[in-house]
């Protein structure tokens, strides 16, 4: 089975902290994305990758940066925390080609 | 911006009838369509997908319907059971193989 990791499943930051979501895949896939999860709102991307090294912003990039020095591994990157990221975020991968996500499991995310 | 929606948030259904949970879409140039199932503490799930060349597809205890005169999507679920309890999200292609999600519809399955 396609796996998609997500390092942690919940974690709490103070504001102004810097924190890093972590996500790997092991499945070779080209693409992977960011997403964030809110009441109401369903998923919005934030960020995509199509190849290492590789990174375009999606609908909500403010606030957020990732990197991808490795295929398999894609992180994002709150530079800064504030309140207003306090979420649910979702990691994504698929192979070129192909539409069908596999998600991770979510790291809820409380900002304090 | 394009965005896909769907009807209701919830939807509660008695175990072992069929449900239906809609969808619309605003982007006439999608061409593919997915359902996902999202329960609670994990990520979505793929369900079931659909081309825009296509009108239905099944699949185990699931169908999906698309028309797209009136960029509409549906999930039917035969005989629904307490595990089907979750959010369900369909979810199009805006392009380059990104997808665009619903806000979701909460199903909960009473016994």
């Known amino acids: 089975d396609v796996k998609v990791t997500q390092s942690s499943r919940y974690l709490v930051k103070r504001t102004g902290e810097k924190v890093f979501l972590e996500c790997v895949q092991d499945m070779d896939h080209e693409n992977m994305f960011w997403y964030r999860q809110d009441p109401g709102l369903g998923l919005r991307l934030i960020y995509f990758?199509?190849?290492?090294?590789?990174?375009e912003k999606g609908d909500i990039p403010e606030g957020y940066s990732v990197s991808r020095e490795k295929k398999e591994r894609f992180s994002l990157i709150l530079e800064s925390a504030s309140t207003n990221q306090t979420s649910m975020y979702l990691c994504a991968s698929t192979r070129e080609g192909a539409y069908g996500y596999t998600f991770g499991s979510g790291t809820r995310l409380t900002v304090v | 911006g394009e965005s896909v929606g769907l009807h209701l948030p919830t939807l509660s259904v008695q175990e072992g009838d069929n449900s239906i949970i809609n969808c619309a879409y605003s982007?006439?140039?999608?061409?593919?369509f997915i359902w996902y199932k999202q329960e609670s503490g994990k990520g979505p799930q793929f369900i079931i997908d659909i081309r825009s060349n296509m009108d239905k597809r099944q699949g185990q205890r699931v169908t999906v319907l698309l028309n797209k005169t009136v960029k509409h999507l549906s999930l039917q679920i035969a005989a629904t059971q307490p595990g089907d309890s979750a959010v369900y999200f369909c979810a199009e292609n805006s392009n380059d193989y990104k997808l665009s999600f619903g806000a979701g519809t909460t199903v909960t399955v009473r016994a």
């Open positions: 982007n006439s140039a999608s061409d593919y």
């Open positions: 990758s199509y190849d290492v090294k590789m990174k």
